[in-house]
């Protein structure tokens, strides 16, 4: 007999994407920077607890068919749709199975253990349950990766969840339990429009969030029967009592303290250097409501002394360019290097400067960090003496490092797919050109989510597998049009070759044109 949760997500599926933070490749980039030996994700073995329709590691068995990979949920629904994906593709490497988590797992274990939105949507035997799975299932050098709801930001979203819930209260429709939720919400902040002080903010930042969420995760994450936001430290708590030790979060930006030097002094003051006791600091200022945590086994040797050698057989990817050149204040040339969004990074080193803007104008293809040494020094003509190229070596993989923990550039075990340039023949990932005949939300080799949203973008898809022009595309794509079987799509463009052609811009920019 199913649990009512279970039951709750066969009859409500919940939305599962590709996310860059769950992919094994990001905690096996994390773990080398942190001076530990992570498996080869080329041949790694993956298991994810409460996988739900199988995208976050369908994507990555698909990338790697040598590794191995495991999807467990106790929603029988989810775990059909999952393998009904993963025989779509063809995949041999990956199997899902329809378990409570609470039950006694298998011997075998996992190199990569991913746990995401589980933590704090389940009672307390459970919560249990996940740590003493992942301890019992984690390979001797393994990473295991549990996202979950914190405190202080918790508090807040816990008030709205019980005034939602208080209202909702003997509904059994969820179509209906979710209307009535929005309107219980956005009445009290229409209530509380012209009031002063925080009480009108908090509604109104809420009624934001959950204007933006589709109607199943706010039946899932804010109604649900169990909600238990913890403090970090109340988690690495829990951590710790089962034999696992914090390694970092799945965001190195996270890990980052960009504050005033005094508000930095204060801090290594009252936590006393302690890196637990700064992380939890850190979350009372910065009002944090949700962690991406990587826990290790308390066995393994963490060093957060970071080396620029520990990146330097991967390969980088970035959408900085150099921007322009500027004199700072003591008269030195310094280049500005910023990507699409504006964000800006300075540096007064020219070898810097050329060799992100060498790796900024190949996005979305990765190079690898080896050849972006060579190619710059070639391009500004430095005489190649041993000594200086390993000067560079040194100045240039410590500034990717920290360019990395600020977000700014993407490391990854192996080279991508992905290709900078739309040749005359493109072709879309195979993965997701076949998945896109059943979802409009497609994973990328970047292991990020792309949503179409038309006919015309799915047939344009599916036809681009390397057979076809972009002629040839545009010849299928006025096809279906005169058949009608899609309708003409509304574009900026003349022509179909040229809508054709602007797509498919888009689907490079994201990764999705591969070699």
């Given amino acids: 007999m199913l649990s009512p949760a279970a039951e709750h997500y066969n009859v409500v599926p919940y939305p599962t994407g590709a996310l860059p933070s769950v992919s094994p490749e990001r905690l096996?980039?994390?773990g080398t920077i942190f001076g530990m030996n992570p498996a080869d994700v080329?041949?790694?073995?993956?298991?994810?607890?409460g996988c739900g329709n199988g995208m976050?590691?369908?994507?990555?068995?698909?990338?790697?068919?040598d590794s191995t990979c495991i999807g467990f949920d106790y929603a029988s629904h989810a775990i059909e749709e999952a393998q009904t994906t993963a025989l779509h593709?063809?995949?041999?490497?990956?199997?899902?199975?329809?378990?409570?988590i609470r039950e006694q797992f298998d011997a075998e274990t996992f190199d990569y253990i991913i746990v995401h939105g589980m933590y704090s949507w389940t009672p307390q035997e459970v919560r249990d349950a996940i740590l003493q799975t992942c301890k019992r299932l984690l390979s001797p050098n393994g990473i295991c990766f549990i996202s979950y709801n914190t405190m202080p930001g918790g508090y807040v979203r816990q008030m709205i969840r019980d005034m939602m819930v208080y209202h909702t209260a003997g509904i059994e429709s969820p179509s209906e339990k979710v209307k009535e939720a929005r309107a219980i919400l956005y009445f009290a902040a229409k209530a509380n429009e012209h009031s002063?002080?925080?009480?009108?903010?908090?509604?109104?930042?809420?009624?934001n969030r959950i204007g933006k969420y589709p109607d199943n995760v706010l039946f899932h994450d804010d109604l649900c029967d169990d909600y238990k936001p913890v403090t970090f430290t109340e988690f690495i708590t829990h951590a710790m009592h089962n034999g696992l030790q914090f390694l970092g979060e799945a965001d190195m930006v996270e890990l980052q303290l960009e504050v005033p030097e005094m508000i930095r002094n204060v801090l290594a003051t009252i936590a006393s250097?302690?890196?637990?006791?700064?992380?939890?600091?850190?979350?009372?200022?910065?009002?944090?409501?949700?962690?991406?945590?990587?826990?290790?086994h308390d066995s393994c040797v963490v060093d957060r002394n970071l080396s620029g050698d520990r990146i330097r057989s991967m390969s980088v990817a970035t959408r900085l360019r150099l921007k322009d050149t500027r004199s700072n204040e003591?008269?030195?040339?310094?280049?500005v290097l910023a990507d699409s969004a504006n964000t800006e990074v300075q540096t007064e080193d020219r070898f810097i400067a050329s060799a992100i803007d060498i790796i900024g104008k190949h996005f979305p293809r990765t190079l690898e960090i080896s050849a972006v040494v060579n190619q710059t020094i070639t391009k500004l003509d430095i005489p190649a003496d041993d000594g200086k190229v390993a000067e560079l070596w040194d100045t240039l993989s410590a500034f990717l490092l920290r360019a990395y923990c600020n977000d700014v550039v993407e490391f990854y075990p192996i080279p991508l797919l992905s290709v900078?340039?739309?040749?005359?023949?493109?072709?879309?990932?195979?993965?997701?050109?076949?998945?896109?005949?059943?979802?409009?939300?497609?994973p990328t080799p970047r292991h990020n989510s792309f949503e179409y949203s038309s006919p015309f973008e799915s047939v344009v898809i599916q036809c681009t597998d390397g057979s076809r022009t972009i002629q040839d595309i545009a010849h299928e794509v006025d096809s279906a049009i005169q058949q009608g079987i899609i309708p003409r799509p509304a574009t900026d463009t003349n022509t179909t070759v040229e809508a054709v052609r602007t797509f498919l811009q888009r689907l490079r920019d994201e990764g999705l044109i591969v070699a």
Avoid: M
């Fill in 420 to 442: 900078h340039t739309l040749s005359e023949n493109p072709s879309v990932w195979d993965v997701a050109r076949r998945l896109a005949s059943k979802t409009s939300v497609l």
């Fill in 330 to 335: 003591n008269g030195e040339l310094l280049y």
């Fill in 56 to 65: 976050h590691i369908i994507p990555f068995a698909a990338r790697y068919p």
């Fill in 89 to 100: 593709l063809g995949l041999t490497n990956c199997r899902f199975e329809c378990r409570d």
């Fill in 196 to 207: 002063p002080g925080t009480w009108r903010s908090l509604l109104f930042d809420e009624a």
């Fill in 28 to 30: 096996f980039v994390i």
């Fill in 273 to 296: 250097n302690n890196l637990l006791a700064r992380e939890q600091y850190l979350d009372y200022i910065r009002y944090r409501r949700f962690r991406q945590t990587l826990l290790v």
């Fill in 42 to 49: 080329r041949t790694a073995r993956v298991a994810e607890i």
